[in-house]
């Protein structure tokens, strides 16, 4: 029988206590891993074991994906109206908002973000996510086309099946409900891989998916690592499309096991290196406060971070002066605590690898204007940091880093900074601020980035789609546009009198 993880919360942020079954969730019940082995979750914050949940393997992923099949062609989807797909929808999204704070405190506890932001953004933006699939479930539709009178053609956009899932550890719950919502609103049946780093909301919700009323082999959840359930999924030749946000590396990788087996649909929403242009004519006190959040919100653990911070030269030196003023401002410390603004990074392997991003800068030359240091001794803490005086060839100005780091490069006109700032593999997201509203709409046409944001960052919503250009991926999360990754669309033609 898999383990019960128990949690006593005492904290300024959250008190509370919770209980719930640590295993795979396979075929709506909580079970040991085929191996019986578990896995280890750390507390990032101070580097010590949390719990241990069950680890799924290959054998478990042949298993989640029979009786998903078998949920498939017995009780979900074309067996299932859309209209109870979506009650079912809107049951977890309630369920979703009556645990919202312990939801909240199982990402930070296991992440390292804060209470506060996984509070009022995380697990928001989670609960409006599934409740606006709620609203898309019974509206799946195709077409009728005007052929001929002898002729009636039309076409449905029926579910795809089995479909796995693979999501990283910097947003495991809303990850999680990017995922499921338009796959379950399209009616999919879904095998579902958390990272190993933070599968603690993962399992909690896998009850709640439970308590909503899905039938089992729904939704089978299952905690492994990348190498061996991850690589499971990517080459079953029973799943017929996978959705996968991680790193770049590892999305080649899918594509790859995509090719080799049963050239699965693909969608990858992958990793960034965005800019943010900040213009001379900005209102510099909000640009200097939007800067700070595009790069160490979440610890710089986004996708879409906007670590290239261009800085037109009339406003750069004061812009520097004040960003950097904005940046020792940031508390960091325990993620429970309401003062904190940036906690630990989510794992020791992640902290070692931001930590030689930063030698690699101060190796080839560039300035560090504040930070470049670990945080502490306990914990797995990076401070702030900015970096001048870079050089595009540079791996901080060129790779992305997943940390609180940003390089603030100077630029003078528009044609410059948009060469700048397409010059990388990357395409997700970019930002601009400036007071003229021509100058904002013209750049963000011309930045190759699938988000532009004007006068803000890192905004949005469930109806909108969200995906890169380039290197950073294709398809798109979010929106109507996602529902189409999850449909395959069969044209039907009917003869009403044509002879031979």
Known sequence: MPSVFT???NTPAYKGKVS???GIFLNGKFVDGSDRTTIDVINPTTGKVITAVSEATPKDVDTAVDVAQKAFDTVWGLNCPGTQRSILLGNLAKLLEEHADELAALESLDNGKTFHWARTMDVVASIDCIRYYAGWADKISG????????KLTYTRHEPIGVVGQIIPWNFPLLMLTWKLGPALATGNTIVFKPSEFTPLTAIRVGHLINEAGFPPGVVNILTGYGNTVG?????????EKIAFTGSTLVGRKIMEASSKSNLKDVTLELGGKSPNIIFDDADLDQAVKWAAFGIFWNHGQ?????SRIFVQEGIYDEFLKRFTEEARSIKLGDPFNPQTGQGPHVSEIQLNRVMGYIQSGKDVGAKIEIGGE???TEGYFIQPTIFTNTSPDMKIVREEISGPVGVVIKFKDEDDVVRQ????????????????????????HRLKAGTAWVNCIHQTD??????????SGMGREMGEYALHHYTAVKSVHINLGITL
């Open 462 to 471: 469930p109806s909108v789609p969200f995906g890169g250009f380039k290197q």
């Open 231 to 239: 690589n499971a999924i990517s080459h079953h030749m029973k799943i």
């Open 302 to 306: 986004t996708c879409c971070a906007g």
């Open 421 to 444: 700032a397409n010059d990388t593999f990357y395409g997700l997201a970019a930002a601009v601020f400036t007071l003229n509203l021509n100058r904002a709409i013209k750049t963000a």
């Open 20 to 22: 719930f079954d640590t």
């Open 143 to 150: 077409q009728v086309q005007e052929t001929s009178e002898a």
């Open 7 to 9: 949690y006593q919360f």
């Open 374 to 376: 670990r945080h502490g």
